[in-house]
């Protein structure tokens, strides 16, 4: 098992067969030796002893494609007929549905796969999950009867996402333990759930790149002015002036159009197209940062950009 996400296991060729030698018993340096010796220590390590089939599980593979290109999958399978008491195998494990469409036509031909597609857990499988993390994570009764189905039925609705789930506990695990609570009920869950939503959409709003932030900018001062929603020119316009002041090119109308549909579809606003007669269509937009977001969101702009 490789977990290709992690730096310094699978941002090379190199490393991601010298980790493998390293799962197999073997040992050789994190960098130094001709690729063609590192390939030649793996061969002679599965090939010893008994006849077996060697099964890779490559945890998170589009990342190591992304990073070192997917010449290292080609390599991998080519060694099987090289091999003459060892086959190998290789589960390859990815989120993203498009991932297939990124490997070269050759190296799809040499992995000959079968492509599985496990649909989002329901909120009785995530049940079952969190009964099994609880009873390893907490005290007998400290987790409240209705914690774990209302926790499930919250990242149900949400993808059903398990690790979504386990943070919720988590957090609202977190929570109690700080007000001194002997339990945790489902009130922590809900505060655990705005906690989380908060976190999230701050995360965002940081790490945005400057003109997003200053389209968002102008959103946020805009709406302090007028209460019953604005509409995407005069956001440009408000932006056009910002971006002057502050010395930042002016992007087109359309780019920051984007910039809006991309903050809807995020939930930082509510974008609704609206007709305004002979003047066309626009949209009409509503700021959807809760108010105790608010503040913290206009300190991070402010911060980042000096206004």
């Known amino acids: 098992y490789i977990n ?19 799962k197999v018993g073997g040992e050789v340096p ?6 063609d010796q590192v390939y030649k220590k793996f061969i002679e390590l599965i090939e010893q002893n008994e006849e077996k089939l060697l099964i890779v599980v490559l ?9 070192i290109s997917d010449d290292f999958l080609y ?13 190998i195998s290789i589960i390859g494990i990815s989120n993203d549905a498009k991932f297939l469409e990124m490997i070269d036509p050759r190296v799809k031909s ?9 649909t989002p857990y329901n909120a009785t499988q995530l049940q079952d999950i969190l009964k099994k993390r609880a009873e390893d994570s907490f005290k007998t009764g400290v987790v409240s009867e209705g914690v774990i189905a209302k926790c499930a039925a919250y990242a149900a609705r949400e993808h059903g996402d398990a690790r979504r789930a386990l943070d919720l506990l988590r957090v609202a695990g ?18 655990a759930n705005d906690k989380i939503e908060r976190d999230k959409m701050l995360d965002i709003i940081d790490k945005a790149p400057r003109q997003f932030q200053l389209v968002l900018h102008s ?25 002057k002041k502050v010395n930042f090119d002016v992007l087109t109308q359309r780019r920051v159009g984007d910039i809006i549909a991309e903050f809807d579809m995020l939930g930082l606003i509510n974008a609704r197209v609206v007709s305004k007669g002979r003047q066309g269509r626009t949209r009409k937009i509503r700021l959807d940062i809760p108010e105790n977001v608010l503040k913290k969101s ?10």
């Open 298 to 307: 206009k300190e991070i702009i402010s911060d980042s950009l000096g206004i």
């Open 30 to 35: 994190s960098t130094g030796l001709p690729t």
């Open 174 to 191: 977190e929570i109690a333990e700080r007000i001194s609570s002997p339990k945790i009920e489902i009130k922590h869950i809900d505060e």
């Open 110 to 118: 040499s992995l000959s796969e079968e492509e599985m597609v496990f």
């Open 4 to 22: 290709c996400k992690l730096k310094k296991v699978a941002d090379t060729e190199y490393r991601i067969f010298a980790e493998l030698i390293k």
């Open 75 to 87: 390599n991998l399978m080519r060694l099987n007929s090289e091999l003459a008491k060892t086959q």
């Open 59 to 67: 945890d998170e593979i589009d990342q190591a494609v992304k990073k």
């Open 219 to 243: 959103i946020i001062c805009l709406t302090d002015k007028e209460k019953d929603g604005i509409f995407t020119g005069d956001v440009y316009n408000f932006y056009s002036e910002v971006c």
